[in-house]
């Protein structure tokens, strides 16, 4: 059995009517949370403990969470 089926399906692009464009929501890339000094890797951001490695906790003012999982660490304030 042979199927030859002529895959031309192309998604359509929806047309957004009547939206405003909203500012766009960038999230960090990952090689930003890394900084090599002269063959050294440092770390400027925290790892997840629950996640562990390779998932970053994202810094807020007083707080620090994890978007995989929902761990929250609060910062200890002076
Ligand atoms: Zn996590």
């Given at each position: 059995?042979?199927?030859?089926?002529?895959?031309?399906?192309?998604?359509?692009?929806?047309?957004?009517?009547?939206?405003?464009?909203?500012?766009?929501?960038?999230s960090?890339?990952?090689?930003?949370?890394?900084?090599?000094?002269?063959?050294?890797?440092?770390?400027?951001?925290?790892?997840?403990?629950?996640?562990?490695r390779?998932?970053?906790l994202?810094?807020?003012k007083?707080?620090?969470?994890c978007?995989?999982?929902?761990?929250?660490?609060y910062?200890?304030?002076?």
């Amino acid at each position: 059995m042979s199927s030859t089926a002529t895959a031309t399906e192309a998604p359509a692009p929806k047309a957004s009517s009547g939206r405003k464009p909203r500012k766009k929501r960038v999230s960090t890339p990952i090689y930003k949370f890394f900084q090599v000094k002269s063959g050294a890797v440092t770390r400027s951001r925290k790892e997840c403990p629950r996640c562990g490695r390779g998932v970053y906790l994202a810094e807020h003012k007083d707080r620090l969470t994890c978007g995989k999982c929902g761990y929250t660490s609060y910062r200890k304030t002076k």
